[in-house]
């Protein structure tokens, strides 16, 4: 039976607000730059999840800014074409074909995904890339011979960013060029860093594959639920594997005046909200 107009359906949802309340309030025009990705991004059930959560932001008055990678989508279509799939240290080794192929699948299909998801949830998104607005400026990454045409963001123009984000939710995909036209495959935890970088954002969010930080990546029972930025640095000579851009990318985001980092399990539905407006929180959060 459901309750009366106006009535709380239950105790424990009123507590959920309550709990909710002084959160929504901290973070009120507040930017929130989130990098999506793993599988979040895989699953439909998750999808619609993080569409949701997005929309729920910016209704609270929060300036969600979305960065995503697609690297699953790019791997099956690389995969069906017969090429090589090659990762070093997390960056997926890249070609002139590689970054190509990798171009068409972030904006050709990932992005308008993305945008028509958040669209249907009830708010209007719109579709960029680092290219959009000369918003990224790359250059090769520093082991260009290691992993080929990867490049890395010098300086985010966020200009076009602001302008969107006053009255959308900026969708931004990973890829971009340099002045010559040269095109790059550019990490996306990367980009997201120092996208929050140049916004000032207050956090950074990135949804990944695991339950945040691991002591030990075979055990989810050592999760680090938060740490240090200088922690990290110290330790990311020793992380190896898709970690490590991660946690690079949240010493980038706070050493360029970002209020906070947080890595999340994106496979658990709505973790964004869980992790935003509990006092318990999810994942693994890196302060300053």
Not at 40 to 49: K, N
Not at 59 to 67: A, T
Not at 69 to 79: A, F, S, V
Not at 116 to 145: C, T, W, Y
């Amino acid at each position: 039976m459901s309750a009366e107009p106006g009535m709380p359906r239950s105790g424990a949802s009123v507590e959920t607000l309550m709990e909710a309340l002084p959160y929504i309030r901290e973070f009120h025009g507040r930017t929130v730059v989130v990098k999506y990705g793993g599988a979040a991004m895989t699953d439909e059930v998750l999808m619609d999840a993080f569409a949701a959560d997005i929309v729920l932001l910016k209704y609270v008055g929060m300036n969600p800014i979305v960065v995503h990678g697609g690297g699953p989508d790019i791997t099956r279509y690389m995969e069906r074409l017969g090429m090589e799939v090659r990762f070093h240290e997390g960056l997926r080794v890249s070609d002139p074909e590689t970054v190509e192929i990798a171009k068409m699948v972030l904006l050709g299909k990932v992005n308008s995904d993305i945008v028509k998801r958040i669209n249907r949830h009830g708010q209007p998104a719109v579709g960029l890339s680092g290219e959009d607005g000369s918003m990224f400026a790359v250059r090769p990454v520093a082991n260009a011979d290691e992993v080929g045409n990867v490049g890395e963001v010098e300086r985010v123009d966020v200009d076009v960013l602001n302008h969107i984000a006053a009255d959308y939710i900026p969708v931004v995909a990973s890829a971009a060029a340099d002045a010559r036209g040269n095109s790059y495959n550019v990490n996306a935890d990367a980009a997201a860093g120092k996208v929050a970088a140049a916004l000032r954002a207050h956090k950074i969010m990135f949804l990944t594959d695991v339950a945040g930080w691991l002591r030990d990546p075979a055990d989810e029972g050592t999760l680090i639920s938060e740490a240090r930025v200088d922690d990290v640095e110290h330790a990311l000579g020793d992380i190896h594997g898709g970690m490590r851009p991660k946690l690079s990318a949240c010493v980038e985001a706070i050493r360029g005046g970002v209020g906070s980092a947080q890595i999340v399990d994106g496979r658990q539905p709505h973790s964004l909200l869980l992790e935003l407006f509990t006092d318990e929180g999810v994942g693994t959060k890196i302060t300053p």
